[in-house]
């Protein structure tokens, strides 16, 4: 099928052919099969492919990533500031260092760091923003034991590479994801209970790495693919070049 395109006047102006198209996960391509005659290919996100694998050092850090605290979106500060206080007093708990890894489109970042400042349980944390995808967010990422957020897909390209996640997401993964997915699950909770995070963070915290991977490769095909230094993507683009 072609996919026509109109300017600004209303005008149809050309029609391109859609060969080959790329997809984070198998419920995208379920999706589209039936809205775009082409040929799909489920390979998670292609920057993120590229990164450096997780470090398997010890690793103590917890991050978590806000949504964005800026002005004007009042109505997700309640929860995650309930998520990160939390956090902090499990921080006590377990040793671990805790993180703010805030939005990168986020402009005001002093009035989200000075809100939380003020208005969190006192401790021990830290506030981070990048603005880039660059290596020193990347170093930043693979230093982390374990990142806890509502929805984010920066989470599930980290999921998708072997680290250990949480979400806190009332319309998990996001809102009008193609598949149906149980309101509670292996490493997501769908509403605010103390108890049930705790314990959902217990449990994924303490348990062996090689169980974690073992256990997210089911989900890797339903929320974010992961295709190691884009090797099938290469094979598909060299196969290609190859035909012409």
């Known amino acids: 099928r072609h996919t026509r395109f109109r300017n ?77 206080s939390r956090l902090l007093f499990l921080s006590k708990i377990f040793n671990f260092k805790l993180n703010f890894l805030d939005r990168s489109k986020i402009e005001n970042k002093n009035y989200v760091y000075n809100f939380l400042k003020k208005s969190l349980p006192k401790g021990k944390w830290n506030y981070y923003i990048f603005h880039k995808d660059n ?17 984010s897909t920066l989470g599930y390209e980290l999921m998708a590479k072997g680290k250990k996640v949480i979400s806190v997401e009332k319309n998990f993964p996001i809102i009008g994801h193609h598949k149906k997915i149980k309101k509670n699950g292996f490493f997501w909770i769908n509403s605010w209970k103390i108890n049930l995070f705790d314990k959902k963070f217990t449990l994924i915290f303490e348990m ?4 974690w991977r073992k256990r997210i490769k089911l989900y890797r095909n339903i929320l974010m693919n992961y295709d190691k230094n884009n090797r099938k993507v290469k094979y598909i683009i060299k196969n290609i070049l190859n035909a012409h």
């Open 8 to 84: 600004v006047t209303g005008v149809q102006t050309c029609a391109l052919p859609i060969y080959h198209m790329f997809v984070f996960n198998y419920p995208e391509k379920e999706r589209l099969s039936n809205i775009i005659k082409t040929k799909l290919h489920v390979v998670g996100n292609i920057f993120n492919n590229s990164l450096k694998i997780y470090s398997k050092k010890r690793l103590n850090s917890v991050t978590f990533i806000s949504n964005g605290l800026g002005e004007g979106q009042d109505p997700n500060l309640l929860l995650e500031k309930k998520i990160f």
């Open 135 to 151: 290596k020193y967010k990347s170093k930043f990422l693979d230093k982390q034991k374990m990142f806890v957020f509502r929805r």
């Open 208 to 211: 062996p790495e090689h169980k």
